[in-house]
């Protein structure tokens, strides 16, 4: 069964990458670097600092969850990359080598499972939608868009992502600290 499922998802996940070198998809692909570790680094500490400077409990709060939750999100992904290896997509429609196993090689080109853009941008935004449910709806479509250009632009397939959001779900639960919680503590 489960060979199936892989047979299924790397067919599905070549098929979706067909366009993948499209200046559109490219263009997507560029823009979707904002789900990367480094931008939502950058963008949970913006709103950490800036939630304490301008002394907002809230926006400081929801600072502090979305770099907890992203850097949970990281840890795992990182680890389970260093565990397994996979081929990327892209990879495998430009040189027709496809492979899976462990050891992890620590090499980018076979770092296909689990998507790390999916897992932080996932953590990311549901840090986000808890402090400020009114921004859930752009922050989820935003998370997914940034995970559904993982596929199209080759550079995951569909398992990947599906892995990444589930790990971003879970690693946003387990570091989640409720704001009525701290606001009781300081207030």
Not at 26 to 40: K, P, R, V, Y
Not at 102 to 115: C, V
Not at 138 to 160: E, S
Request: glycine share 10%.
């Amino acid at each position: 069964m489960a060979v199936g499922i892989e047979a299924a998802d790397v067919a599905s996940g070549l098929s979706l990458a067909r366009a993948k070198d499209r200046p559109a998809v490219q263009a997507m692909g560029s823009a979707s670097e904002i789900g990367s570790w480094q931008a939502l680094f950058a963008l949970s500490a913006t709103a950490l600092a800036l939630g304490l400077v301008a002394r907002d409990r809230r926006l400081a709060h929801a600072g502090r969850n979305m770099l907890t939750a992203g850097l949970v999100a990281s840890l795992v992904k990182t680890t389970i990359k260093r565990t397994v290896h996979r081929t990327r997509p892209n990879v495998f429609m430009d040189e027709g080598h496809y492979a899976r196993g462990r050891p992890g090689t620590g090499n980018g080109p076979w770092q296909s499972f689990p998507s790390g853009h999916a897992a932080l941008s996932v953590a990311v935004a549901r840090s986000v939608a808890r402090t400020y449910p009114d921004a859930a709806a752009p922050a989820y479509c935003a998370a997914a868009a940034i995970a559904a250009v993982q596929v199209v632009r080759g550079a995951h397939f569909p398992v990947d992502v599906l892995a990444g959001a589930v790990i971003g779900v879970a690693a946003e639960a387990v570091s989640h600290r409720p704001f009525t919680d701290e606001a009781r503590r300081h207030g």
